[in-house]
């Protein structure tokens, strides 16, 4: 044996968590071996991965961990993961009195995340939002449901097809050894995945059923194709949905300026569902807040008036436009009307001829309203910088406030107020705004030339690509028929594979000829097919549903076996895909409930889509009505996780980014300096990229830690919701904790007494302090942990919490003495403990309760057997108190104690000279003889006590 005194390592964390490891006697050939380092650790990584060297610390702990975690692989199963049923089939098969709470058969539980991009490798963003899933998907198998917890890859997109011309590879290729890669990578991380579900959209079994659900919303009149101005990446050469053009123009992912080109697009009518959208989401009462509101605004619904404004001169042609129709959510300005306002691809512009006071403007968006606006300058900031802008005098106010303060200076004057008493305003003079408004819509549609309306910002899906590497639309293109869609006994329409790509310019499936030219399906002359394909976002708008029924050869799912595990119960992911992907999944999801079980009437080439269940064959409504009905949302709870921002390093004089090897961090990281110059670099933490030179590869972190030490930091080091600040040196205070619970281990596995649940209930009465004292803290911590998974997701406050927990074991003088007996609270306390740390580090829980429980031959093979521990809420009654003891007016320690100890102030010093900070305290070192107390202060019922003695401590 031998022993080493450890530093106090550093949190980063909103609790403070004290005495983490005091000195640890380890010996050799247990679990956890300590070696003094000198070797710099930065050589253990591939010099090829952009990322920051690991930090060197005189104290090495070099867990066994790889061969810990070999074990509990194969242990686990040759997938590395414990299926839903695995556990269940255990735990029925193997309980008896040892269960702590009754299960539930009948629960599914559905975690899933975002499914990833086949990138190449997992960077920490990932390793953070997989390790939070996995978490939550453990927890939910301890407390007896039925978890899905699968993966996917969203391997369609633009990356791949220019990765591949940077690598002179094929993108099927390329994807498909990205996805080898990266599952490897999940694995050696502990993530514990039904990996039987996987499926990746490229796959043509998969996206068979995005071309099938594409045909059957065509079939309902909710796609459509139209020529139409798109917004265009020149640098990737495609079109952009509304949703990937940024505020400043620019596309969301080559952040080239986007352009504007007028193409023949596809586009789903996600406008047709604009109300439900926005009403439904008063129903996610487990989503954020802001992302509902980021959709909100991106629905954009506005309430107004669409007035006619008829030409002084149309043509006689029936086919020329005979009046504007114009929205506006503020009816009571009508009066005060300068001009109209249109877009550059309003139908007048295309007449020429009309001579009336008619302007093109750039503000005017084509596709909002009918591309018309009226310009009111005195009571609209943007009308009133076009008229200063083009000269426009006629600026004269119809509306003032209703304490008549407004004067010209103060134009444009855009609130609320009454109409002002002037001869154009008529017979609503005097009145307030609301009560005009209402009156002027009333005379306009008594009068057919307005009407009330309701607009939404909300514009349709364009999904067309003008790229190869995605989902072929499901068409083909006839001279005589027009677009005819291809038969459903012909799907999947296959990607061809065999594709030389060799410039980002252009689509190469126009180039296949072989692949390109068809017969006509209904009438059977040369054709073509459609060399579009579809947006990515097509295939992530549904594939939740399809893990669920991944081998169903006739249907995309089984509406039945969705009505049993849908909605997802918990979706974690990033908030940038508030409005896009998540949106919609919402529409998808709405789409497929409203057409029933994807049997529908023929519907030809109707577009004008309105809901109505008379469509669907009358044989199924009832049957969808049954089996579908209540699957409105995809996902009942959303969680947002915070990015994971790495540290950087820039030059002072020029802020240039600094490369890890100009930096010298031998001292830590926070102190680092400039090699060169000797200089203290300016340091802050940012977004994770090359650029930055602060990226971190997981993969030497995980060789070099072992997978829960990485798994408990990402966990502890921030709120999931929060951004987390990564910095490998700070990582060390985990593997110390794992030592430490090792340590309690092997202290305790000899003298562990499994009887401990029955001696419980039948020796309460018996309880020391210290008894009471454990199980308090116990139910403090079940309570915390608990609730982090159930409600608030405060995974680093509750990982603090099991570490206060542990200090608490590891100070009771009995854990200590291997020759005293362990009080039957301390057997429960760290058994409990052990549970609840599964679902964060799984590996270590597994090793650790099998150590404990070496000498029971109820031993269930894995803690994933057992149940969550129970919360014993009477055990939380306010019946103990905190005492702040101080030593010559110091405060030394907290204790907590019976509250009627409290009140006996004999018994109380009695209780707290002999506790194991008490002989800290108040006892010499070597002699360990009590320092002389000259007198005892007790404040406020043994809150706090004061001890003054002789000595200085």
Not at 367 to 374: L, P, R, W
Not at 818 to 829: D, K, N, P, R, V
Not at 904 to 915: F, N, P
Request: include cysteine; hydrophobic fraction near 35%; charge should be neutral.
């Amino acid at each position: 044996m031998y022993t080493l005194k450890l530093a106090s390592p550093k949190f980063h964390s909103t609790k403070s968590v004290s005495n983490i490891l005091p000195p640890i006697n380890l010996s050799k050939n247990r679990l956890y071996l300590l070696e003094i380092s000198t070797r710099n650790l930065s050589t253990q990584i591939d010099p090829k991965v952009n990322t920051i060297p690991l930090q060197r610390d005189s104290i090495n702990f070099q867990p066994n961990f790889k061969e810990i975690e070999a074990k509990w692989s194969e242990r686990w199963g040759k997938s590395s993961r414990l299926t839903a049923n695995d556990i269940r089939n255990k735990h029925n098969a193997l309980k008896n009195s040892h269960s702590l709470n009754e299960q539930n058969n009948d629960k599914h539980f559905y975690a899933l995340s975002m499914f990833p991009y086949p990138s190449g490798n997992l960077h920490m963003g990932h390793v953070r939002v997989y390790t939070i899933s996995d978490s939550i998907s453990r927890y939910h198998h301890l407390t007896g449901k039925n978890v899905i917890h699968p993966m996917g890859w969203d391997a369609f997109g633009l990356p791949a097809e220019n990765a591949a011309i940077d690598n002179n590879t094929k993108p099927s290729t390329w994807t498909h050894e990205n996805i080898k890669t990266m599952k490897t990578q999940l694995k050696n991380i502990m993530i514990d995945i039904d990996w039987e579900k996987e499926f990746a959209t490229c796959e043509p079994n998969f996206y068979k059923w995005t071309q099938y659900i594409f045909l059957q919303l065509y079939k309902r009149g909710l796609i459509y194709q139209k020529e139409a101005v798109v917004n265009w990446d020149p640098v990737d050469k495609t079109v952009l949905a509304n949703e990937q053009v940024d505020k400043n123009g620019c596309s969301w992912r080559s952040g080239a300026v986007v352009e504007k080109k007028r193409l023949k697009q596809w586009f789903i009518k996600i406008t047709a569902f604009s109300e439900e959208l926005l009403n439904d989401l008063e129903t996610l009462d487990k989503w954020p807040e802001h992302v509902k509101q980021m959709q909100r605004n991106w629905i954009g619904k506005s309430e107004g008036a669409e007035f006619d404004f008829y030409l002084n001169n149309p043509s006689n042609s029936e086919n020329k436009l005979q009046k504007i129709s114009v929205f506006t959510t503020r009816p009571d300005t009508i009066f005060g009307v300068s001009y109209i306002a249109i877009s550059s691809e309003h139908p007048l512009v295309q007449q020429g001829s009309v001579k009336i006071p008619i302007y093109i403007a750039d503000y005017v968006l084509a596709d909002y309203g009918n591309g018309a606006v009226m310009g009111v300058p005195a009571h609209d900031q943007r009308d009133y910088e076009f008229t200063i802008a083009n000269n426009i005098q006629n600026c004269e106010p119809v509306i003032e406030p209703c304490d008549d303060s407004i004067v010209a200076e103060t134009l444009p004057f855009c609130g609320k107020g009454k109409l002002k008493n002037i001869p154009k305003n008529g017979v609503y003079a005097g009145m307030k705004s609301d009560e005009a408004s209402k009156k002027i819509v009333e005379f306009v549609s008594s009068k057919e030339v307005g009407r009330s309306q309701t607009q939404y910002r909300l514009r349709d899906w364009l999904l067309s690509r003008q790229r190869y590497w995605g989902t072929p639309i499901p068409f083909i293109h006839c001279q005589g028929c027009g677009p005819v869609p291809v038969p459903e006994e012909d799907l999947p329409v296959v990607l061809p594979l065999n594709v030389e790509i060799s410039s980002r310019g252009g689509n190469p499936l126009n180039r296949i000829e072989e692949w390109k030219n068809v017969k006509c399906p209904s009438c059977g002359n040369p054709a073509h097919r459609e060399t579009d394909t579809m947006d990515t976002f097509v295939d992530s708008s549904w594939y939740f549903f399809r893990f669920l029924d991944h081998e169903n050869e006739k249907l995309p799912f089984d509406p039945l076996k969705i009505q049993s595990s849908m909605p997802v119960n918990i979706y974690i992911g990033g908030v940038e895909h508030s409005i896009l992907h998540l949106l919609y999944s919402r529409f998808i999801t709405k789409a497929i409930q409203d057409s029933g079980r994807f049997n529908f009437i023929e519907s030809g080439k109707n577009n004008d889509f309105k809901k109505d269940e008379t469509k669907i064959l009358g044989s199924d409504k009832k049957m969808f009505s049954d089996s579908f009905k209540s699957v409105k949302e995809p996902f009942k709870q959303l969680l947002t996780q915070g990015m994971v921002h790495g540290i950087t390093y820039k030059e002072p004089s020029t802020e240039r980014y600094l490369k890890p090897d100009e930096v010298d961090v031998s001292k830590g990281a926070m102190s680092a300096i400039i090699k060169a110059t000797g200089e203290k670099p300016l340091i802050s933490f940012e977004k994770m990229s090359k650029s930055k030179y602060n990226g971190v590869d997981p993969r030497p972190v995980v060789s070099h830690y072992g997978a829960d030490v990485l798994r408990l930091y990402m966990l502890f080091k921030a709120a999931p919701q929060d951004v987390l600040e990564y910095d490998t040196s700070s990582i060390i205070g985990m593997q110390r904790w794992i030592a430490k619970l090792s340590k309690i281990t092997e202290l305790i596995s000899r003298r562990f007494d499994n009887n401990y649940k029955e001696l419980i209930i039948e020796n309460r009465s018996e309880w020391t302090q210290t008894d009471k004292n454990t199980y308090l803290i116990t139910q403090k911590a079940i309570k915390k942990v608990t609730e982090a998974f159930e409600t608030n997701f405060l995974f680093n406050t509750s990982i603090a919490m099991l570490i206060e927990l542990s200090n608490h074991i590891h100070s009771i003088e009995a854990v200590n003495n291997e020759e005293s007996a362990l009080h039957i609270t301390t057997c429960y306390a760290f058994d409990t403990l052990l549970r609840m740390l599964s679902p964060f580090a799984p590996v270590t829980s597994e090793e650790l309760f099998e150590k404990l429980y070496a000498n029971d031959n109820s031993y269930r093979k894995t803690i994933f057997a057992y149940d969550w521990p129970k919360l014993d809420e009477s055990g939380l009654i306010a019946d103990m108190l905190t005492c702040v003891v101080q030593v010559n007016g110091k405060v030394r320690f907290k204790m907590d104690i019976d509250s009627e100890v409290g009140k006996d102030e004999k018994k109380l010093q009695e209780v707290l000279l002999e506790s194991e900070h008490g002989k800290k305290w108040l006892y010499d070192n070597v002699s360990n003889e009590q320092h002389p107390i000259l007198r005892v202060v007790v404040v406020k019922g043994g809150k706090l006590v004061n001890f003054i003695t002789r000595n200085k401590k």
